[in-house]
């Protein structure tokens, strides 16, 4: 957390970090042209902030993406925001809410967080309907093999359909699957206004990809949910949930103990 508060001090940083807010997954070069800086101090300041796990990076074809990351935000947010009178720490919750309420990009959506477990725990904590169920509240009816069909479970809705695939899995390092159907029985169960879930089920149908990579004795875990139309309505909505639901699995499998579920 030390380095979270050394990152944030500089304040090209934080001006690094604005640009990614308003415009995510851009290139060195997209960057050092937007804030007129030279290109090696980009590239080092831009170490800093992913040393302190404050920007994730993907790769695409010959380019190096850069997106913000909120997880080490959270992280502050959980452990002070509930301590002390929010007016004291009024930054840090604003830049929490910036992080969050804004989709990581115009079609993706980054997150990345250390969690000290093994790959085998992790796996089994975004397969098994034991688990699943304790941080999400979710389940899945398949056999985890690429091309198998998923059926989704969620409180008192079920979800079946042909799309709803496995794409990739190796265990322990990576899983992708599509993304559920949006239906009526959706916005019901869920108390969702129709039409938006009508919108949403226009929209072309995204997918998940879980990142499994050792790091010592922590496992460095990404999500990402691609496959988005610009503007998406659903990326906007995944955006806030997806925070949640990894902080949940994080504690679950630190502690022993899922988060509660939030106040609406």
Excluded at 174 to 202: C, G, I, K, Q
Aim: hydrophobic share 40%; net charge negative; glycine share 4%.
């Amino acid at each position: 957390m030390d380095e979270v508060f050394r990152a944030l001090a500089d304040p090209s940083r934080r001006r690094l970090l604005d640009s990614l807010n308003a415009r995510n997954g851009q290139t060195l070069r997209e960057l050092c042209a937007e804030l007129d800086m030279a290109r090696q101090s980009v590239s080092k300041h831009l170490a800093v902030l992913e040393s302190a796990n404050l920007i994730t990076t993907r790769r695409s074809g010959r380019e190096k993406l850069h997106y913000l990351n909120a997880e080490p935000i959270n992280a502050i947010a959980d452990r002070w925001i509930t301590r002390y009178h929010r007016a004291r720490v009024r930054a840090l919750a604003d830049l929490k809410q910036a992080l969050e309420a804004n989709p990581m990009s115009d079609n993706a959506f980054v997150y990345t967080t250390y969690i000290k477990t093994t790959p085998e725990r992790l796996w089994q904590a975004l397969t098994d309907p034991a688990f699943t169920n304790r941080y999400w509240g979710a389940s899945f009816d398949t056999d985890w093999q690429p091309g198998s069909e998923m059926v989704w479970h969620q409180r008192d809705w079920t979800s079946k359909d042909p799309e709803q695939v496995v794409l990739e899995s190796a265990p322990y390092t990576r899983l992708s699957y599509t993304w559920h159907t949006f239906d009526a029985a959706f916005a019901t169960t869920f108390e969702m206004n129709p039409e938006d879930v009508a919108a949403w089920a226009r929209e072309p149908r995204s997918k998940v990809t879980f990142e499994i990579e050792p790091q010592g004795e922590t496992v460095k875990l990404t999500v990402i949910h691609d496959g988005f139309e610009p503007d998406s309505a659903v990326l906007a909505g995944i955006s806030g949930g997806w925070p949640s639901i990894v902080s949940s699995l994080k504690t679950l499998l630190e502690t022993g103990e899922s988060l509660p579920e939030p106040v609406a």
